[in-house]
T-cell receptor
Framework: NAGVTQTPKFQVLKTGQSMTLQCAQDMNHEYMSWYRQDPGMGLRLIHYSVGAGITDQGEVPNGYNVSRSTTEDFPLRLLSAAPSQTSVYFC????????????FGPGTRLTVL | GENVEQHPSTLSVQEGDSAVIKCTYSDSASNYFPWYKQELGKRPQLIIDIRSNVGEKKDQRIAVTLNKTAKHFSLHITETQPEDSAVYFCAACSDGNKLVFGAGTILRVKS
């Protein structure tokens, strides 16, 4: 199993550009989520999904969209990038049980100029 | 919603000493408390977790304790080694679906 994969690993955008961060998992996990990591602020939940066709907002959803058309994929879209969205983005997945281990992808480092 | 506070933000210990990191949470309904270790440039990885029906759990040099009444939980690392140097995050699962993280503790083990 590849586990949780993310692409790209690095990305530089200009203010106002849009892009999609890709996330996929091959563990048949129902639950997937996106976090952003900023220095001194830990990991903050952006959006999450409990299954295909179902998504919900986390702590910091503004400026981001998600969709979940398949169990495997959970892309994160930046609609109009802003410098405040410069961060490291992690995708994660687990089974449908809230007490099961959550596995993280390798992360995407995004810089918005 | 859930709020998790973590202390200290940085911790330096001598190799062989113990390290303790403490977290408090606000939602009494939270029932799952994992700890993650993140090395520089890497993804967070689970090192130990505890569920709300257990007071203590140990795995070799690592242990976690949970006090539901006081709403706090702690990570204990004994006989620290240089490879324990990393950032450690606590988290609490609230609403059954949201894993809320603390701000992290930078642990430095000096040899």
């Amino acid at each position: 199993n590849a586990g949780v994969t993310q692409t790209p690993k690095f990305q530089v955008l200009k203010t106002g550009q849009s892009m999609t961060l890709q996330c996929a998992q091959d563990m048949n996990h129902e639950y997937m989520s996106w976090y952003r990591q900023d220095p001194g602020m830990g990991l903050r939940l952006i959006h999450y999904s409990v299954g295909a066709g179902i998504t919900d907002q986390g702590e910091v959803p503004n400026g981001y969209n998600v969709s979940r058309s398949t169990t495997e994929d959970f892309p994160l879209r930046l609609l109009s990038a802003a410098p405040s969205q410069t961060s490291v983005y992690f995708c994660a997945s687990r089974t449908g049980y809230s007490t099961d281990t959550q596995y993280f992808g390798p992360g995407t480092r995004l810089t918005v100029l | 919603g859930e709020n998790v506070e973590q202390h200290p933000s940085t911790l330096s210990v001598q190799e062989g000493d113990s390290a303790v990191i403490k977290c408090t949470y606000s939602d009494s309904a939270s029932n799952y408390f994992p700890w993650y270790k993140q090395e520089l440039g890497k993804r967070p990885q689970l090192i130990i977790d505890i569920r709300s029906n257990v007071g203590e759990k140990k795995d070799q040099r690592i242990a976690v304790t949970l006090n539901k009444t006081a709403k706090h939980f702690s990570l204990h690392i004994t006989e620290t080694q240089p490879e324990d140097s990393a950032v450690y995050f606590c988290a609490a699962c609230s609403d059954g679906n949201k894993l809320v993280f603390g701000a992290g503790t930078i642990l430095r083990v000096k040899s």
